[in-house]
């Protein structure tokens, strides 16, 4: 019953930054995945970024890596996923999920089972 809360979502312009935060309230596990999912207007939700274990093992997309970074503060059950240099393709609804149980498919959506509501991000040119 983890109950995910996101934010951080705005208008930037080609070039600009963006912190997103996912605050998650609920029975937690560092070694259940949390991640970032993203949205295009007609398109599939894809993966963005995830986060994993005790050691914080990260995984990105390629069309993010080098530009996005994720993050979490443990004490807070909150992650974060910083992204510079933000391009128009980048325009969508980002998601945060939470792993219930373990499944080490972190790619997927499947291998998720809470999910927040959403928050817009827009990159003009």
């Known amino acids: 019953q983890v109950q995910l809360v996101e934010s951080g979502g705005g208008l930037v312009q080609d070039g600009g930054s963006l912190r997103l935060s996912c605050a998650a309230s609920g029975r937690t596990f560092n070694s259940y995945a949390m991640g970032w999912f993203r949205q295009a207007p007609g398109k599939e939700r894809e993966f963005v970024s995830a986060?994993?274990?005790?050691?914080?093992?990260?995984y990105y997309a390629d069309s993010v890596k080098g530009r996005f970074t994720i993050s979490r503060d443990n004490a807070k059950n909150t992650v974060y996923l910083q992204m510079n240099n933000l391009k128009p393709e980048d325009t969508a609804i980002y998601y945060c999920?939470?792993?219930?149980?373990?499944?080490?498919?972190?790619?997927?959506?499947?291998?998720?089972?809470?999910w927040g509501q959403g928050t817009q991000v827009t990159v003009s040119s």
């Open positions: 999920a939470a792993q219930t149980s373990y499944s080490s498919n972190v790619k997927s959506e499947t291998a998720f089972s809470s």
């Open positions: 986060i994993r274990g005790s050691i914080a093992i990260t």
